[in-house]
């Protein structure tokens, strides 16, 4: 049973670029969350999906906008990118219901030049 | 505000040893405070998790003890092995809340051979 994938692992941007980071479930899992976790730092909530809307958000700029497919699967999107941007970002995957364990996958480490 | 403390930020034991990681939060709707542990380019992996109802909670060498009235909880690893070395995060939700974790900043352990 494969985890929570993540892709692509490394990804190089250039400021301003757009980058589209993507994500599966683990098997079982309806629910999707992304968190940023900057160099040496907690990760940081950015937001949940569910049923194939945004459910809860954290405190991110309009910048960052997602999507869930009725797969489950999920895309994080970054517009105008700023150097600040560079983090490894990471999906958590959760069971149906409100009191789901969250488990992590590997990660996506974006650099922005 | 929703934080979450973390202490201390590295922690170098003998193999063997019982290190000890400690958090702190303010926010006392918080009633899910899950433990995590991330190796180098890798996501984080659930540890093990409390709720506010019982004082520790045990999961082979992992132990949480927790101190609702200090607004604090703990994480000792017992008979610590090298392969321990990692960085660990504490975390707290509020599981009405579609679980947003708040991480702490991490505890970067070393567990000496």
């Known amino acids: 049973d494969a985890g929570v994938t993540q892709s692509p692992t490394h990804l190089i941007k250039t400021r301003g670029q757009q980058v589209t980071l993507r994500c599966s479930p683990k098997s079982g899992h309806d629910t999707v969350s992304w968190y940023q976790q900057a160099l040496g730092q907690g990760p940081q909530f950015i937001f949940q999906?569910?049923?194939?809307?945004?459910?809860q958000r954290g405190n991110f700029p309009d910048r960052f906008s997602g999507h869930q497919f009725p797969n489950y699967s999920s895309e994080l999107n970054v517009n105008a990118l700023l150097l600040g941007d560079s983090a490894l970002y990471l999906c958590?995957?959760?069971?149906?219901?409100?009191?789901?364990?969250?488990?992590f996958g590997p990660g996506t480490r974006l650099t922005v030049t | 505000q929703q934080q979450v403390k973390q202490s201390p930020q590295s922690l170098i034991v003998q193999k063997g040893g019982i290190p000890i990681i400690n958090c702190a939060y303010e926010?006392?709707?918080?009633?899910?405070f899950p433990w995590y542990q991330q190796f180098p380019g890798k996501g984080p992996a659930l540890l093990i998790a409390i709720r506010p109802d019982v004082s520790e909670k045990k999961e082979g060498r992992f132990t949480i003890s927790f101190n609702k009235s200090a607004k604090q909880f703990s994480l000792h690893i017992m008979d610590s092995q090298p392969g321990d070395s990692a960085t660990y995060f504490c975390a707290a939700a509020i599981s009405g809340s579609a679980r947003q974790l708040t991480f702490g900043s991490g505890t970067q352990l070393t567990v000496l051979p």
């Open positions: 926010n006392t709707a918080f009633d899910y």
């Open positions: 958590a995957s959760s069971e149906p219901g409100l009191r789901g364990e969250q488990y």
């Open positions: 999906y569910y049923e194939e809307e945004e459910r």
